[in-house]
Each structure stands twice: as structure tokens, then as C-alpha cells.
């Protein structure tokens, strides 16, 4: 290469790593997903969860971008151990046997009230590389099908992540 | 065969030769041309290491390193990708295409080949340590349990494993070391495992990939890049020499003795014009016998290439070229080539001057038979131990008798084992100044070299002392 052609490449090459890496450091790998209709706000991290049905803890008087980082700690349905037979809907929790895959091990805790899932909760979700972004949604989609079989094609680039939580979900909810 | 006598000046003063070309140099254009052709060609190859750079930090590749395991899936994937393609771009190098071919000539492509072998291995090893490594920490197992255990649930890691092994071993037998103490055939054909070791990796790409598997633009590049290669190689390498010496019946139409050491072969054949060669460039031949199919040799063009035969002279070296001294007429050839930048159209200048040593005669011979030049333009020099016994001295004679150019024949032993001039009066004058003496316009004529790379470099120093740019040096090493 001639002297002009290498700094003018150079000079391309660095822009372009630059520009790169940066675009790639901001954009959360989730944002390649495109999940449930909610259309995503300015933060592209999952904000809260509306599915979960009545939490009894705070009221929703704060509607306001609070992004709560997993979904394991927000609804806190944990009301009656288990001693308490009369009411009507029971809740049981089944974990699932860790399920070991390419990027990690994923184990998840599926709560039921009578026969609704109501709350899923993710013991382990190892995944490398911000892999582990996939997970809220499947938590989400999961509960929104009341199942383990949900179409999950919109979730593209997590095939591996996504197989893994599909056989540990299906475990837990085979123990009920 | 009997062998008939040795080209003579007689048979010399009867030789029929070929039109000169109606080139006309063009000076700094044709650099500046060639250099734009290079450029964008290395800024192709630049760009796609560039490219697959980007999409793994697009894909927030450099994100989220919060733990060894990460950093070293980072580095993985990276390693991985620069490696992939740096070793495509290496295969291309070595496949002998034409378009890459004209551009940098076969010895260059060689070097950069080579240059590439050993970074492209310390990719590939970074790219499975840290895989195993990051692995290994993810499931918390020592490293060999790791290795293992991928081994045994994954037959895609395995190919991948036999392709690192094998790669290893096409690198180890290619350096310098190894090289020398192997003979040809079985570094060649350990070199073949190279083809094995790319091939053996792709199926670990593709499926587990994280760059590739689920992402159909990436898959797409790939797809692209290996095609091309691939391609590439088959027809050029395989099918087009093949093909075209099926075709058009390249066969062996007479052989001539041209000294004690030097054979010439005529093949014909239907449009063998088809080759489209030009004077000064290789072919890669196969002669097509029990004994000697498997084996290809490079051969110069001795003479300018006509519409119905080519020529070749070669020098008997004591192996395979000593069968071809008595090679019989009718015997197929499979030809691939033309290959080399030892061409006129390299030229710049109205001047030339054409240096040959030994059997380095040939495509010196070919070029001042075709080459463009008013009387007086072109001098040949050539550098014989023994002016009675060498290769094409009679023809290239009689082809500056008749076209009026100068020539040198230098016979003798030289007297410093630097110098490239035979013992004689002169020997307090440096080369340089010899050169010079000889040549007094040097510094603004073309120089083609063609000669053992010592007595090429000997020359290319004498040439720089004298002040010949770069550009106007072109050379031949017919060490293969």
C-alpha cells in the first residue's frame, strides 16, 4: 500500500473500531430483541413487570421509569408458606434441576397459585457476555402463556440461552 | 531417444522469430496504475479484517466484561474471527489466482503466505485456550475434565480439535528449521492437511458460532468468503489447467539438446494461444507418465509464445528434471499457468537491459526475442561459466545481431565470491562501476533479472549503487 492509502485506511480502521466499540458498549445486547409489545422506553433494560398480578407489597403509585434489575426480587408474592390448606388457591413453588449449556447453568423456581404460574424466579442464570439479557422476557413471556410452550422467535441471537431456560422451565413445571 | 546435437550457431542463423511487441512504456502511469490496483486489493483484505471486527463489538462483543469468563469468551471470539479470516486471505495468496497473480507476481504472494502462517496458528491457539479456559470456569471443572467433556458431547468441537492438530502440524513441518531436514514430497503433502484443517472448522462455526449460528448476515459473509476461496482454487487450480490442456490436446511436439545440461520442449496444441502467456512469465507442468504425473514442476518460457507452440528449455538439475531431458514426443502435459510479473508490460522506461545467469536464460531469452526496442535501446547481458556450454548463448547471439541490440556474454569464475562479474582485467573496478561500463544509460532503463537469487541480489546491489529505482528492477528467482 502506498503511504496515502494506509493512513486514509488507518485513519478509517480507527474511526470505525472507535464508533464500534462504542455503539456496541451502549446498546445492551437485549436491545437486538424485539419482546412483547410494550414499545421500549429511552432505557432499553426491562423495566418493570406488569404481568405480575397484585403485588402486595407497595401499591403502583409510581408509575416512573424505575428499572428494577431482575424480576426476581419485585413482586415478592410470598404470602402463605405452606401450612395454610382453606384458602382456595393454594401456592406451591417446584425448582428445577440446573440445567447446564454453552454459556452457563440456568435454574429457575416456578410459583403457582392454584394452577397459575404467578411468579418465576431465576436461581441461576449463568450466561457470558450479557447473554443473560434474554431471561427477563422469557420470564415475562412464560407467565403470559401460562406454559412452557411460547413462541419465542422474536428473541433472536439467544438460541442457546433460550433452549436452556425452555428444559429447566419444562422441568419445573413437570414436578407439580 | 537420440540425442541430437547441440543447438549451433548454423541452426542459430536459420532460428525464426517472433514479432516484437509494439509496447510502448509508459513511465510513471504504469506504476501509478499498478500501485491503485495493490491499494485496493490490500484495502479489501484490510477492510474484512476491519469488518469482522465490527460486527463482534456492534454485536456488544467488548460488553459486559465483568469476569475472567467473559473476557476470555471476548477474546475468543475475537481470535476467532481475525484468525478465520487471515486464514482465508492466506489460502487465496497461495492459490495461484491470476488476478492476484498480476498484481504481486507468484514470489510475493509466497512471502506474505508465509508471513501469515505463524500468526494465524497463535490465533487459533488463543482462540481454543480461552475457549477451554472460559468454559472450564463456567462450569467450574479443571481444564483437561473441560477438554474432555467437550470432546465426548460435541461433534463439531472434535472436528475442531482435529483441525488445530492438524494445522500445528502443517505450521510446525513450514518453518525454516523443519523445512530443510524434509524432503519436498513430504512437506507437501503434509501441507495438504492445510485444506483438511479449514475445512474441519467450519462445521463449529456454523453451528456454535456465536457470531454466526442465529445471525443470518454474518452466516451470509461467511458463506460468501469461504465460496469465493473455494471457488477460486477449484478452477484455477484444478479445473482450468485440466480443462484446458484436455481440450486443446497440450501434448510434447519435439525436444532439441541445448547444451550438456539444458533441454528444450516445444508443446502444441489447439488454441494453446489461449493461455494467452506472455514472454517471460512460467507455466506450472505435469507430465502426464506413470512416473512423473504427480509431480509439477515450474518451467520459464524460453521463447516468445507463437500461436500454435510454446517453449521451454530446461536445465538438468539432477532430479526430475533429469527424466525431462529425454521426455518423449506425443507425451500429455497438463499446463497451469501463465504465471509471473517478469513481463513486459512492467516496463517504464525506453531503455531495457536483460541479465541472465546460468539457466536462468530462458525467460531472458523469450523477452529479448518479443521485447519492444530500437536498436540500441536494449542490451543483454549474460553470465556464463562456460560460453561453450551454455543454454540459448547461440540464439540470444543471433537475436542481438538481428534486432541490434548490445550483448555481454560475461564467462569466466568470478574472483570475490560477492562479486557477480567473472575474474578479468577489471577487477579493481567494483560491480558497480563494471555495470556501468557496460551499460553507461543503467540508471534510466528497465533491468530484468533472472538468475540464482544470490547472483540476483548481487546484481540489485550493483543496481542500487548506480542509482536504478526500484520500480525499474524486476527480477525472477527461479529458486522455487
Known amino acids: 500500500m502506498r503511504k496515502t492509502t494506509q493512513a486514509l485506511m488507518g485513519t478509517a480502521s480507527l474511526i470505525a473500531v472507535v464508533t464500534g466499540f462504542q455503539v456496541g458498549a451502549n446498546a445492551n445486547p437485549a436491545a437486538t430483541f424485539s419482546p412483547i409489545p410494550t414499545t421500549p422506553t429511552t432505557d432499553p433494560t426491562p423495566t418493570n413487570t406488569p404481568t405480575t398480578p397484585n403485588p402486595t407489597g407497595t401499591p403502583t403509585t409510581e408509575p416512573t421509569v424505575t428499572p428494577t434489575p431482575s424480576p426476581t426480587e419485585t413482586p415478592t408474592t410470598t404470602p402463605t408458606p405452606k401450612p395454610t390448606p382453606p384458602p382456595v388457591s393454594t401456592t406451591v413453588s417446584q425448582t428445577s434441576s440446573p440445567v447446564k449449556y454453552k454459556y452457563g447453568t440456568v435454574q429457575l423456581t416456578v410459583t403457582k397459585t392454584g394452577s397459575t404460574i404467578t411468579e418465576i424466579s431465576l436461581d441461576q442464570a449463568g450466561a457470558t457476555n450479557g447473554r443473560g439479557s434474554a431471561f427477563p422476557y422469557l420470564v415475562q413471556l412464560a407467565i403470559a402463556a401460562q406454559s412452557s410452550s411460547f413462541d419465542t422467535s422474536m428473541l433472536s441471537g439467544a438460541t442457546f440461552s433460550v433452549d436452556a431456560f425452555m428444559t429447566a422451565l419444562g422441568d419445573a413445571l413437570a414436578k407439580f | ?480
Open chain 2, 1 to 480: 531417444m537420440t540425442q541430437s546435437e547441440f543447438a549451433s550457431p548454423e541452426s542459430a542463423s536459420t532460428l525464426v522469430l517472433a514479432e516484437p511487441s509494439n509496447f510502448k512504456p509508459k513511465g510513471q502511469k504504469t506504476i501509478k496504475r499498478l500501485q491503485s490496483k495493490q491499494d485496493l486489493v490490500e484495502a479489501l483484505g484490510w477492510g474484512s479484517l476491519i469488518w469482522v471486527t465490527l460486527t463482534f463489538l456492534l454485536d456488544g462483543g467488548a460488553n459486559a466484561l465483568v469476569d475472567l469468563s467473559s473476557a476470555l469468551n471476548a477474546v475468543n471470539r475475537l481470535s476467532a474471527l481475525l484468525a478465520t479470516n487471515l486464514l482465508l486471505i492466506q489460502v487465496l495468496l497461495i492459490a495461484r489466482v491470476p488476478w492476484l497473480d498480476k498484481l504481486y507476481g507468484h514470489d510475493r504472494a509466497t512471502v506474505t503466505h508465509k508471513k501469515l502462517g505463524k500468526p494465524v496458528l497463535y490465533l487459533v491457539i488463543l482462540h481454543f485456550v480461552s475457549v477451554i479456559w472460559s468454559y472450564s470456569i463456567t462450569d467450574s471443572l479443571n481444564v483437561i475434565d473441560e477438554t474432555l467433556s467437550l470432546i465426548n458431547s460435541s461433534s463439531d468441537f472434535l472436528l475442531a480439535t482435529i483441525s488445530i492438530v492438524l494445522m500445528i502440524l502443517v505450521v510446525a513441518t513450514s518453518l525454516n528449521l523443519t523445512r530443510k531436514r524434509l524432503p519436498y514430497e513430504a512437506w507437501y503433502l503434509i501441507h495438504l492437511f492445510a485444506y483438511g484443517s479449514v475445512m474441519l472448522a467450519i462445521p463449529h462455526q456454523i453451528n456454535t458460532g456465536s457470531d454466526i449460528a442465529g445471525k443470518p448476515l454474518a452466516l451470509a459473509f461467511w458463506i460468501g468468503a469461504y465460496l469465493f476461496v473455494a471457488l477460486n482454487i477449484l478452477w484455477f487450480r484444478l479445473l482450468q489447467p485440466i480443462v484446458f490442456s484436455g481440450l486443446f490436446g497440450i501434448k510434447v511436439s519435439k525436444t532439441v539438446a541445448e547444451a550438456s545440461d539444458a533441454t528444450s520442449i516445444y508443446l502444441t496444441g489447439r488454441n494453446i494461444r489461449t493461455f494467452d502467456a506472455h514472454a517471460g512469465q512460467f507455466f506450472i507442468m505435469r507430465v502426464i507418465t506413470w512416473k512423473q504425473w504427480w509431480r509439477a514442476h515450474p518451467f520459464s518460457l524460453s521463447a516468445a509464445p507463437t500461436n500454435h507452440s510454446l517453449r521451454f528449455t530446461i536445465g538438468n538439475r539432477g532430479d526430475d528434471t533429469a527424466q525431462l531431458q529425454n521426455i518423449k514426443p506425443g507425451t500429455r502435459v497438463i499446463l497451469e499457468g501463465p504465471y509471473g510479473v517478469f513481463i513486459e508490460e512492467r516496463r517504464t522506461q525506453d531503455h531495457v537491459v536483460l541479465v541472465a545467469a546460468g539457466i536462468g536464460a530462458p525467460p531472458i531469452r523469450a523477452l529479448a526475442e518479443s521485447i519492444s526496442a530500437k536498436p540500441g535501446e536494449a542490451t543483454i547481458i549474460y553470465r556464463v561459466r562456460n560460453s561453450n556450454d551454455a543454454a540459448l548463448i547461440a540464439e540470444l547471439t543471433e537475436i542481438a545481431k538481428r534486432r541490434g541490440f548490445y550483448i555481454h556474454i560475461l564467462e569466466g569464475s568470478r574472483k570475490h565470491p560477492q562479486s557477480w562479474f567473472p575474474a578479468g582485467p577489471n577487477d579493481q573496478f567494483p560491480d558497480h562501476e563494471r555495470l556501468r561500463a557496460l551499460v553507461p544509460n543503467i540508471d534510466k532503463s528497465d533491468v530484468f533479472i533472472c538468475g540464482p537469487s544470490a547472483f540476483t541480489k548481487a546484481v540489485e546491489r550493483s543496481l542500487t549503487k548506480v542509482g536504478t529505482p526500484l520500480n525499474q528492477i524486476h527480477a525472477e528467482e527461479f529458486a522455487w
